[in-house]
């Protein structure tokens, strides 16, 4: 999978950790920055990430900022955008399993390096299991936020 990575400068510390997790579990990584610890917006960097999910050229996207919190906020802005903060391994899979997330969002003043070594490969590997699982109330579901979505 190719997986977009952005930051903001809260979470530009843990950045290189997200790359080299997203690398070592196989997938590949467009990185849409910021590069440096100097303060910027994070509604900028989600808005790149959210982006490249809408074209397609992503399946997936990490986002960090200072908490998580402000990231999946805008990133849930965007059509076709399902984001959540997780700091946990099973959220972040059953996020994807259940709920058909598709941006992991993490605090970068809330975890460390090796919380996101766990969270990147748990996120990657889980599948959204409503296609073609027979997981009918999953797909119901999310079809339902879709509605929402196409309704706001």
Known sequence: M???VGCDH???PLKDTVI?????AGHEVIDVGTNNAEAVDFPD???KVGEKIQSGEVE???LICGSGVGAAIAANKMK??????????????????H?????LCMGGRVIGPELVKV????????????????EERLARRVNKIKVMEEKS
């Open 2 to 4: 190719k997986i977009a």
């Open 45 to 47: 960097f989600t808005k």
């Open 60 to 62: 997936r996207g990490i």
């Open 10 to 12: 809260a979470g530009f």
């Open 80 to 97: 076709g955008v399902y984001a959540s903060i997780c700091h946990d391994t099973y959220s972040a899979a059953q996020g994807v399993m």
């Open 20 to 24: 080299e997790s997203v690398i070592a």
């Open 99 to 103: 709920d058909a997330m598709n941006v």
């Open 119 to 134: 969270l990147v490969p748990a996120f990657l590997n889980a599948r959204y299991l409503g296609n073609d699982s027979g």
